[in-house]
T-cell receptor
């Protein structure tokens, strides 16, 4: 099973709202990622967790707050977003180790900020 | 110079054609190479993963890596309308597991 599950599939939120995106995988992967994808662009890396610790933050604004409660779950907490933050948010996971770094993506959460 | 270059197309071919998609890269640290297929409004689906120079075949798909030329390719044989999607190359290297993507090539296979 190479499935990464993301919820919700769609989310509309106001600029003063607080919401969370959730991601779950049961492949035993110990690296998990958040990517942001705008229309007709490739995914852009936001955060990487390795062994449940944040290893990469690509200078993402603090209105995005990641959390990795355990090896299977990854959350992205959203607060005071701007309309330009509207995008497809993708979660991915991979193994950690030599030659095992292929990443599997979820179907994404399509976020609209109004 | 961007780290990964990929012609965005669009590319339109008739059903049954052989499709060739390519990426070039400049970072010698890249060791792992992936091709993803992404349908509109969906997440990327991993098609092929390679980490050495040479060819890797999976059904109608063949991935080719030439590290000396810093050039990777994906070939699709007997293309089908269901292959119509955006194809993204991605690569990584070192210890940080960060994927660097090409811009993606939009492919349309016409019945």
């Amino acid at each position: 099973d190479t499935e990464v599950t993301q919820t919700p599939k769609h989310l509309v939120m106001g600029m003063t709202n607080k919401k969370s995106l959730k991601c779950e995988q049961h492949m035993g992967h110990r690296a998990m990622y958040w990517y942001k994808q705008k229309a007709k662009k490739p995914p852009e890396l936001m955060f990487v967790y390795s062994y449940e610790k944040l290893s990469i933050n690509e200078s993402v604004p603090s209105r995005f707050s990641p959390e990795c409660p355990n090896s299977s779950l990854l959350n992205l907490h959203l607060h005071a977003l701007q309309p330009e933050d509207s995008a497809l948010y993708l979660c991915a996971s991979s193994q950690v180790g030599f030659r095992n770094t292929e990443a599997f993506f979820g179907q994404g959460t399509r976020l609209t900020v109004v | 110079q961007k780290e990964v270059e990929q012609d965005p197309g669009p590319l339109s071919v008739p059903e049954g054609a052989i499709v060739s998609l390519n990426c070039t890269y400049s970072n010698s640290a890249f060791q792992y190479f992936m091709w993803y297929r992404q349908y509109s409004r969906k997440g990327p689906e991993l098609l092929m993963y390679t980490y050495s120079s040479g060819n890797k075949e999976d059904g109608r798909f063949t991935a080719q890596v030439d590290k000396s030329s810093k050039y990777i390719s994906l070939f699709i044989r007997d293309s089908q309308p269901s292959d119509s999607a955006t194809y993204l190359c991605a690569m990584s290297g070192g210890s940080n597991y960060k994927l660097t993507f090409g811009k993606g090539t939009l492919l349309t296979v016409n019945p």
